[in-house]
């Protein structure tokens, strides 16, 4: 149950009004005279390099933005910019073989005192940080010796890289060493936010980038099939980032932060498609993009790929835009909502003799979309599917949370018919799955060439075909005004077998929302497991070895799962993660916790020896919720005896 305080927060919560859209506030205004930053995709090194040595000077400079459009709202930052050139954002990319010898002069030509960090990578965070009053300059000489990726950055006063909000947010810029052999060809990105806050009737003004630009304004990737991809990202925020690749699987070559790189040995990468990006930290991946078409990359956390995070003037709630949309009085005024800020567009051109998948032979499923008032917690209403079975529809107002797991078999083609008997559009991702680009689900994005999924409308319907390629446990979701639809419950499982599961031995936790997202509220306090605030405990068997799925799908939060009794926390054993097998070196025994972003899955085999209760705590990582999930271990069943 929900903690009495938090209670009572929520209840006073939901009497305010939930849909009506924050007001736009008045941005601060650019000082005259400052240059116009623009954004850097990280393609050209900066400086010149000479045997052996780079020479590089690089100004912070009062400047300007246009974080989205041309004509989309302009932006006060300070900005780095090499000698000669406009300010960059991300700031000018520092790129060199291992070895080579920089020759820094950084100059603050602001008005204000910065401290400068990162530019000299292995170096204690102490000792790298350096003063700089306004007008000030310093000359660094140092060596990059230790191949890897890293970001060096400014902050205002003596504050440091974690402390920035806005005018000082985009003073970052990448550090790419590569070892004496060289590196295959790849892509950096830069993650940088601008926020701004004001008071608590008007909170804050957001813009969430990739590169300097927020979707659909960000780099579009052309990539061909069967091309070997690498992505180098950075994350420069205080913030977490699930950052989730659509179609494929990636490999996790090395996980850092901004001073330091930490490779990872080919047997010991990670297979996955969703991975938690830490605060300050780095990401370097590699995938081959098998199949052509319209894909993504972009961050999981709903907040920072919808209208939350754009400076445009579109309605912050998007249960408000959906409203708009379908309203009598204000007919086709906002329209459906868009993706925006973490998102990167990658179109994967066909390779030679392609053949478009056909599913002969396919199993039907009817997915029905729908919404239910008054089902979820404080009256609010439901949204969520539920699949039809034989020639009856089910009521129009039946909906089940989660919604229903959908068993597939490996290898299998199948045809999902999803009717969309809400009042507004929707589409659905099958998260995870190696499929077909028009099929993933991304309104006005999924597709190739002319062939683009499209919004599906009320009363209208799509058909999903695709053959699941293995076996592995997956989230399926709306990818459509995803804090509004996926919040309040259109998400459920994709459990992908050989043959038909036990489920006395194969358990499934869902965790996801429960309730609408609150104006003004950048997190829900609302979530469910397994569709309940007091979820049902499951049963096990002393002595027998039990498969726990656990899919994390909440579109607002970090979820802790510790499985636990009074005296001790569990051990289990990791079997695989975002529905990919984990090889024998890394299917290890270990203490029974994780902590899970939206969109990841993991599998844990967990044997209780004696009889009794364990407890899997579920809850936000920070203050916000907490949800005990019990497990109830009876005693193992006597064998018959033998005549």
């Given at each position: 149950m929900l903690a009495s305080g938090l209670l009572t927060g929520v209840i006073l919560a939901i009497q305010a009004p939930l849909i009506t859209p924050l007001p736009r506030v008045p941005l601060p205004k650019v000082s005259p005279g400052a240059v116009r930053a623009i954004?850097?995709?990280?393609?050209?090194?900066?400086?010149?390099r000479s045997a052996g040595v780079l020479t590089l000077a690089i100004d912070i400079v009062t400047s300007a933005m246009h974080p989205e459009g041309d004509t989309d709202p302009?932006?006060?930052?300070?900005?780095?910019?090499?000698?000669?050139?406009?300010?960059?954002?991300?700031?000018?990319?520092?790129?060199?073989?291992?070895?080579?010898?920089?020759?820094?002069?950084?100059?603050?030509?602001?008005?204000?005192?910065?401290?400068?960090?990162?530019?000299?990578?292995?170096?204690?965070?102490?000792?790298?940080?350096i003063g700089l009053a306004a007008g000030a300059s310093r000359e660094l000489r140092y060596r990059l010796t230790i191949p890897g990726t890293y970001f060096y950055w400014g902050a205002?006063?003596?504050?440091?890289?974690?402390?920035?909000?806005?005018?000082?947010?985009q003073l970052n810029g990448a550090i790419v060493v590569d070892p004496s052999d060289g590196s295959i060809k790849d892509h950096i990105f830069v993650i940088s936010e601008w926020f701004h806050p004001y008071d608590e009737n008007r909170p804050f003004e957001v813009v969430s980038l990739i590169n300097g630009k927020a979707w659909p304004h960000t780099e579009r990737?052309?990539?061909?099939?069967?091309?070997?991809?690498?992505?180098?990202?950075?994350?420069?925020?205080?913030?977490?980032?699930?950052?989730?690749?659509?179609?494929?699987?990636?490999?996790?070559?090395?996980?850092?932060?901004?001073?330091?790189?930490?490779?990872?040995?080919?047997?010991?990468?990670?297979?996955?498609?969703?991975?938690?990006?830490?605060?300050?930290?780095?990401?370097?991946?590699?995938?081959?993009?098998?199949?052509?078409?319209?894909?993504?990359?972009?961050?999981?956390f709903s907040f920072h790929m919808d209208e939350s995070v754009t400076l445009a003037g579109s309605p912050r709630d998007s249960a408000e835009a959906a409203r708009l949309a379908h309203s009598p009085h204000d007919p086709g005024k906002g329209g459906e909502h868009h993706m925006r800020g973490l998102v990167i567009g990658l179109q994967v051109k066909p390779a030679a003799g392609y053949v478009e998948y056909k599913a002969e032979h396919a199993r039907n499923i009817r997915l029905l979309a729908q919404k239910k008032p008054a089902q979820l917690i404080a009256g609010a209403t439901a949204y969520g599917f539920v699949v039809q079975s034989?020639?009856?529809?089910?009521?129009?107002?039946?909906?089940?949370?989660?919604?229903?797991?959908?068993?597939?078999?490996?290898?299998?083609?199948?045809?999902?018919?999803?009717?969309?008997?809400?009042?507004?559009?929707?589409?659905?991702?099958?998260?995870?799955l190696e499929i077909e680009s028009f099929p993933d689900g991304v309104a006005n994005w999924s597709g190739m060439g002319d062939h683009i999924f499209p919004p599906v409308a009320p009363g209208d319907s799509f058909v999903a075909a695709f053959t699941p390629p293995r076996s592995g446990t997956f989230p399926y979701h709306s990818h459509l005004n995803e804090r509004h639809q996926i919040q309040s419950g259109m998400y459920g499982a994709i459990i992908v077998t050989d043959q038909p599961r036990d489920p006395a031995h194969d358990h499934l936790i869902v965790a996801g929302?429960?309730?609408?997202?609150?104006?003004?509220?950048?997190?829900?306090?609302?979530?469910?497991?397994?569709?309940?605030?007091?979820?049902?405990?499951?049963?096990l068997t002393a002595g027998e070895v039990h498969r726990l799925r656990i899919v994390s799908v909440h579109p607002d939060w970090r979820i802790a799962f510790t499985l636990r009794n009074d005296s001790a926390v569990a051990r289990w054993r990791a079997v695989a993660k975002d529905g990919a097998d984990l090889p024998l070196v890394q299917a290890t025994r270990r203490a029974a916790h994780v902590e899970m972003g939206p969109g990841e899955t993991a599998d844990f085999e967990f044997r209780?020896?004696?009889?009794?209760?364990?407890?899997?705590?579920?809850?936000s990582v920070e203050s916000g919720w907490y949800i005990p999930l019990e497990l109830i271990v009876t005693a193992a069943r006597k064998a018959p005896p033998r005549r």
């Open positions: 954004a850097n995709t990280n393609h050209r090194p900066a400086g010149m302009e932006v006060p930052i300070l900005a780095f910019a090499e000698r000669g050139h406009a300010p960059q954002v991300p700031g000018p990319l520092v790129r060199v073989p291992q070895g080579t010898e920089v020759r820094l002069t950084i100059t603050n030509k602001t008005d204000s005192a910065v401290t400068v960090g990162g530019f000299r990578p292995g170096v204690s965070a102490a000792n790298d940080s205002l006063g003596n504050s440091n890289w974690s402390d920035r909000l806005w005018y000082d947010s990737l052309s990539l061909q099939q069967g091309d070997s991809t690498r992505f180098r990202v950075i994350n420069t925020i205080a913030l977490h980032h699930p950052m989730h690749l659509h179609g494929f699987y990636y490999r996790v070559e090395a996980r850092g932060s901004w001073d330091k790189d930490g490779p990872i040995t080919r047997a010991m990468q990670p297979l996955l498609n969703t991975d938690l990006l830490a605060p300050g930290g780095t990401l370097t991946l590699s995938f081959l993009p098998t199949t052509p078409g319209n894909w993504l990359f972009h961050c999981h034989g020639d009856s529809a089910p009521a129009r107002d039946s909906v089940r949370l989660p919604a229903p797991v959908l068993e597939l078999t490996r290898g299998q083609p199948v045809r999902i018919t999803v009717v969309n008997n809400l009042d507004e559009p929707t589409g659905v991702h099958w998260h995870g929302g429960g309730g609408p997202a609150i104006e003004a509220k950048i997190e829900s306090p609302f979530a469910l497991v397994n569709g309940r605030r007091a979820p049902r405990p499951l049963t209780p020896m004696v009889p009794g209760t364990w407890r899997l705590e579920v809850k």
